[in-house]
C-alpha cells in the first residue's frame, strides 16, 4: 500500500503562491490516481483536484484558473501550485489516493494524513 504525506503549506498574503507536495512511500506513486482534498475551519473536507495518472487534471470550480495540479511519477510525487491565493483558501490540505477521476466523489484509499496547514492573510 501507498502512503502520501503532504508538505509545503504555510502562512501567505492574499494574492500570493504556494507550492503543495504529495509525496509517496510504502510503493511507487506509479499511475495511482490521487486527489488533493481541503477542510476549511467547521467546514466538511471537500476535494478540490483530482489528478490521473496521465496528469489529466480535474478542478473545483472555486479553485479552477489559480490552482495547478501536477505529477512527477518518477520522483513520486504530487504537486499542487496554488497561485493567486484568497483568505478564503485558508485550510488544511491533504492528498490521498482515490479511485480514478472520473466522479465527482471518488474513493479513497488508506488512511488520512495530518494535512499540511495552508493560512492566507494580510
Known amino acids: 500500500q501507498v502512503q502520501l504525506v503532504e508538505s509545503g503549506g504555510g502562512l501567505e498574503k492574499p494574492g500570493g503562491s504556494l507550492r503543495l507536495s504529495c509525496v509517496a512511500s510504502?510503493?511507487?506513486?506509479?499511475?495511482?490516481?490521487v486527489g488533493w482534498y481541503r477542510q476549511i475551519s467547521g467546514k466538511e473536507r471537500e476535494l478540490i483536484v483530482c489528478?490521473?495518472?496521465?496528469?489529466?487534471?480535474r478542478y473545483k470550480d472555486s479553485v479552477k484558473g489559480r490552482f495547478t495540479a501536477s505529477r512527477d511519477n518518477a520522483k513520486n510525487t504530487v504537486f499542487l501550485q496554488m497561485d493567486s491565493l484568497k483568505p478564503e483558501d485558508t485550510a488544511v490540505y491533504y492528498c490521498i489516493e482515490v479511485a480514478g477521476c472520473l466522479s465527482s466523489d471518488p474513493s479513497a484509499s488508506g488512511s488520512w494524513g495530518q494535512g499540511t496547514q495552508v493560512t492566507v492573510s494580510s
Open positions: 489528478i490521473t495518472g496521465g496528469s489529466i487534471a
Open positions: 510504502g510503493s511507487a506513486l506509479g499511475l495511482r490516481a
